[in-house]
């Protein structure tokens, strides 16, 4: 593999027609890494792989084509054909091939043209809990922080920028794919690159999966840490095997992830994951025009008790400086104090620089954008501008199977993306490959994440943040996961035989399904006392924690995670008075159709049916 500086920088082909007796007439040298697949040396030779296996035969190996070599071998066939070889920087080794399909994932999102500049990348930890996701991020920043900083007083401001190399590297300290994909449900795609942080006496998690699959769905390159390799139970090779079952291939056995040995704790391994982050984001071409007014995205916001309105901005373009007018979101106020993570004030900050503000009038919302303008007369028309988009947006629905055919043929889903939880790992697969063989021209079926257990609010964030649908087999869906869907708007469907599944979905395709119902939670009270109401009856005496309850309402009685009952509310009191409805907040008695039983702590869940939109 030939050492790279930029992306079509690879090594020069021998000149000279090979046949089945390589040419040695002509030496030239070449880098090669410690290690390469038959493929990749095919590349650099720009020769066929089956020609390099023939040269390996005659050195006494048997090889397939995705075989990986070491660098003794690949140094003897590179002879053969007219090379001299020599052992390549690992922090280059990067192959043509890996720079194009990295390239295929990120594309320069910058408005402004003319005066772009490379700039820092911005880097996104994920991984299973308790693999090191939080201590590997403090240990780059602890390794970073200059000791004349060290009075510096820590602000949590969510972000924050180290130097390798004399390189700048944004990092958002929001650990876990949770809040990664939650600002892509947001609408703001800021991360460049993802590390994968997997424990090495660990493995592959499910939630390793799952946030492979949330980096996946935006496209994001991944580099993975191998972590905990201090410990004594380590086995980083079994770790390198199951990334490869789950669709991760690293470098060293022929594919294009970038893996990375550490360990957070002793320090290890840290000065070369930057450096291969650098690689990575000079591979990705990352670029901005530091002139200008500044535009950036909120990444955190709180109201201050003492300092008002407090929100975290990644500067994405131009540069945002003290006394700037600016607008974010619904809210505008001008800059009266910006300051990095470590307390110290800055007068500018330019792309991809995390910084704490001040001066909004309002707390702006994670994901709202930020621009500089020139006056407030700008800047209020500005706002009611962001206020129509946002009642724009609002008015187009999310995916659904009952709506999906509408929105294939005007044109607004060119994909149906899916999230798929089954029961048993045996239902994935058949499920899988029957959903992608319904396929058409018009609209194709993706499973953009998969796994077994109930569907999580994790899943919705997911749908939501990629425009999907999300469909259980054999599960049920959390509670959390349930509100959250009723207020984004996601289809969430139940099946038990595949059968109907499949249908469903193919009709959808089709334009032929059947509107179907779904249910809408209204409410939920605890029972605090239970009274009797003669005849044995009994009422009980709730809360109303969320929402509210209607009489008449359909309503499902929960002790811990079994439902006990579900009926229609019987009857409704405050005090002594009849009502139709009472609120969160409040207490009340209610009676509940052909039912008793309450126990203290039962949760009550309001809910109706209506039409599938």
């Not at 007018?325 to 001008?334: A, K, L, M, N, S």
């Not at 330019?350 to 954008?369: E, F, H, K, R, Y």
């Not at 043929?409 to 029961?423: A, R």
């Amino acid at each position: 593999m030939a050492k790279v500086s930029k992306p079509d920088d690879v090594a020069e082909p021998v000149t000279e027609e090979v046949s089945d007796q390589p040419a040695t007439a002509k030496t030239r040298q070449i880098e090669l890494p410690h290690s390469s697949s038959v493929r990749q040396l095919a590349d650099l030779f720009q020769i066929s792989a089956i020609e390099v296996i023939k040269q390996l035969m005659r050195n006494g190996i048997m090889a397939n084509i995705n075989q990986v070599i070491d660098y003794e071998t690949a140094a003897a066939v590179a002879a053969a054909y007219g090379y001299e070889a020599r052992p390549q920087p690992r922090t280059a080794q990067r192959s043509a091939s890996v720079i194009s399909e990295m390239r295929k994932h990120r594309q320069l999102s910058v408005e402004a043209t003319g005066n772009l500049q490379p700039r820092p990348p911005i880097v996104t930890v994920m991984g299973h809990v308790n693999h090191g996701k939080t201590r590997l991020l403090d240990a780059i920043r602890q390794t970073n922080v200059m000791a004349t900083e060290a009075g510096g007083i820590t602000q949590h401001i969510g972000a924050y920028q180290v130097t390798a190399d004399e390189q700048k590297i944004t990092f958002l300290d929001t650990p876990g794919h949770e809040a990664f994909t939650a600002m892509r449900a947001h609408g703001a795609q800021i991360t460049d690159i993802t590390i994968l942080v997997v424990a090495a006496d660990d493995g592959v998690m499910p939630q390793t999966q799952e946030a492979i699959d949330h980096a996946r769905a935006a496209g994001v390159p991944i580099v993975v840490a191998i972590n905990k390799i201090d410990k004594p139970e380590a086995n980083p090779e079994l770790v390198k095997q199951q990334l490869a079952d789950a669709g991760l291939l690293i470098e060293e056995w022929g594919g294009d992830t970038v893996c990375v040995p550490i360990s957070a704790k002793e320090k290890i391994g840290i000065t070369e994951l930057l450096e291969n982050l650098l690689v990575v984001a000079e591979v990705e071409e990352l670029k901005a025009n530091p002139s200008g007014p500044a535009t950036g995205v909120v990444i955190e916001a709180e109201m201050d008790r003492s300092r008002g309105p407090l929100a975290t901005v990644l500067v994405n373009n131009g540069t945002l400086k003290l006394g700037d007018t600016i607008v974010v979101g619904t809210t505008w106020g001008r800059v009266r104090a910006m300051f990095n993570d470590i307390g110290k004030q800055m007068k500018k900050a330019g792309p991809a620089t995390p910084v704490g503000l001040l001066g909004l009038s309002s707390v702006p919302q994670v994901g709202d954008t930020l621009t500089a303008v020139s006056n407030e007369h700008q800047a209020q028309a500005l706002i009611e501008k962001h206020k129509a988009e946002i009642k724009e947006k609002a008015s187009p629905k999310a995916v659904s199977l009952t709506n999906l055919y509408d929105q294939i043929t005007t044109g607004q889903v060119k994909g149906l993306k899916v999230i798929l939880k089954t029961d048993v790992q045996g239902s994935l697969e058949p499920i899988r490959s029957s959903l992608e063989r319904l396929g058409t021209e018009e609209v194709q079926v993706r499973i953009i994440h998969s796994g077994t257990g109930n569907i999580t609010e994790s899943d919705v964030m997911l749908a939501t943040a990629s425009k999907g649908l999300v469909i259980g087999f054999g599960v049920s869906t959390e509670e959390g996961a349930r509100r959250l869907a009723n207020t984004e708007g996601i289809d969430i469907r139940h099946y038990d035989v595949i059968y109907n599944l499949i249908d469903d979905v193919d009709k959808a395709l089709k334009g032929l399904l059947e509107p179907s119902y779904v249910e809408v939670i209204e409410g939920q009270a605890e029972v605090r006392a239970i009274f009797p109401a003669g005849k044995g009856t009994k009422v009980a005496g709730v809360y109303v924690t969320e929402g509210k309850v209607s009489r008449n309402a359909s309503v499902r009685v929960r002790r811990g995670e079994e439902i006990v009952h579900e009926s229609t509310v019987s009857s409704l009191k405050r005090f002594k008075d009849d009502v139709r409805e009472v609120a969160a907040d409040y207490e009340c008695g209610i009676g509940i159709k052909d039912f008793s039983e309450f126990q203290v702590g039962d949760i009550l869940e309001f809910f109706r049916m209506e039409k599938a939109a």
